[in-house]
């Protein structure tokens, strides 16, 4: 069940845009993204909840198809420090628990160049 | 106020030792997680703590891991004879909880462990 990241990998220049994209097999209550840098923790971007609601930082967007179980990052005008890997963490409860387990995907690997 | 804590930051076992990992969440959260990622890899879900108990253990990979909670606070995670698949950065997350409420989840630092 684990979500399914596209592309796997993607290189920037200063000031391009990028999209980063999460499938999932299961309808999903929400997605969350984190972005992780060499060595260092996840940091929380955002979440997107079942119904519309979104939680994050100013300078990402971010949509999510809950038809199609699948949301996308919005990276604009990409800075160096965006550069880290960026993970999907969906949140889909079985049997009507909810305590927001995440399963993450497998990472996208943003680099920013000059 | 304080981020999440956890120590050691690293530790160096020989395969066969047990090791303990310790992780302080933020004051105040009632939900704390376990993950475990693998060089270059994703996070993979160990195990769930609402409150002191562990409603989900379903990730732990096997009986060798053990995880308990006091307090509401403080987590141990326990690796009985370690093998070296067990190698991994072991992180924990905590968040705040409400029922029906999905809320980002705040990582500690890891604990990198290398088993030998």
């Known amino acids: 069940q684990q979500p399914v990241q596209s592309p796997q990998a993607v290189i920037l220049r200063e000031g391009e845009d990028a999209v980063i994209n999460c499938s999932s097999s299961k309808a999903l209550y929400s997605v969350h993204w984190y972005r992780q840098k060499h060595g260092e923790a996840p940091v929380f971007l955002m979440i997107?909840?079942?119904?519309?609601e979104q939680k994050g930082h100013e300078k990402i967007s971010a949509s999510f198809n809950e038809k199609k179980q699948q949301s996308s990052l919005y990276l604009t005008a990409s800075q160096l420090s965006y550069s880290g890997t960026y993970f999907c963490?969906?949140?889909?409860?079985?049997?009507?628990?909810?305590?927001?387990?995440?399963?993450f995907g497998q990472g996208t690997i943003l680099t920013v160049h000059p | 106020g304080a981020g999440v804590s956890q120590s050691p930051s690293n530790k160096v076992t020989e395969k066969g030792k047990d090791v303990e990992l310790r992780c302080d969440p933020i004051s105040g959260h009632t939900a704390l997680y376990w993950y475990r990622q693998r060089l270059g890899q994703g996070l993979e879900f160990l195990i769930y703590?609402?409150?002191?108990?562990?409603?989900?253990k379903s990730g732990l990979p096997s009986d060798r891991f053990s995880a308990e909670r006091t307090g509401e606070s403080v987590s141990t995670l326990t690796i009985q004879r370690t093998q070296q698949e067990d190698s991994a950065v072991y992180l924990c997350?905590?968040?705040?909880?409400?029922?029906?409420?999905?809320?980002?989840?705040?990582f500690g630092p890891g604990t990198r462990l290398t088993v030998t």
């Open positions: 963490g969906t949140d889909w409860r079985a049997g009507g628990t909810s305590y927001g387990k995440l399963t």
């Open positions: 997107l909840l079942k119904g519309g």
């Open positions: 997350a905590s968040s705040l909880m409400s029922a029906g409420v999905s809320y980002e989840q705040y």
């Open positions: 703590f609402q409150g002191n108990s562990a409603p989900d």
